[in-house]
């Protein structure tokens, strides 16, 4: 079920005054039930059910799954249309998938399970994550908010950035790093 979370700050007045408002706009909206923590305990009660789901995703794999885990961020006002499109494609694919993200910010998560023992299963995740980031790079996004361009997104940062600014990032690797033992093969090619 679709969730959002808020996470309020302020004077005690200030912050009634916010779930006041928040709460009119969900109902106004036909959104659900609107829960807010009352003390510190019910609030990481709520909390653990968002730092929580990638576990609980983990936990429902059987033999053979895996999850595919990726995240884009895009500039504010384009997030509901990438969540929606990518949400829609996750579906077509025909396998479990969850979406979730740091509104405040642009940046959303897929997590999609799969069977690596089922051929071409694989590949549709993959062209999947593909097609989320070319999409967020056309909405003027970027290819990875917080999980990085580790191994996986080296052809991301290159559609994102170009040529030029990679090899003037892989200079700056080869002055600091000439040995490259700091994460090699991360972010770049080792140098052959």
Not at 54 to 65: D, H
Request: with cysteine; hydrophobic share 40%.
């Amino acid at each position: 079920m679709p969730t959002l979370f808020f996470k309020f700050s302020g004077t005690k007045a200030s912050v009634k005054e916010n779930i006041a408002m928040v709460s009119a706009i969900a109902k106004t909206h036909g959104g659900g039930n609107f829960e807010f923590a009352k003390d510190v305990k019910e609030q990481k009660l709520l909390w653990s059910a968002r730092k929580e789901s990638l576990w609980s995703m983990l936990a429902l794999r059987k033999e053979g799954n895996e999850v595919w885990s990726t995240d884009v961020a895009v500039p504010f006002s384009r997030l509901a249309d990438i969540i929606e499109i990518s949400k829609k494609e996750m579906d077509d694919l025909g396998l479990f998938a969850s979406i979730l993200g740091h509104i405040g910010d642009g940046n959303f998560h897929e997590s999609i399970l799969y069977d690596r023992r089922i051929d071409g299963e694989r590949e549709k995740v993959e062209r999947c994550v593909k097609s989320m980031v070319k999409r967020a790079l056309e909405m003027e996004g970027t290819c990875t908010g917080e999980h990085g361009i580790g191994i996986g997104k080296k052809e991301a940062l290159l559609m994102e950035v170009g040529i030029d600014t990679v090899g003037v990032m892989k200079s700056i690797k080869q002055a600091l790093d000439p040995h490259w033992i700091l994460n090699p093969g991360k972010i770049m090619d080792v140098p052959s």
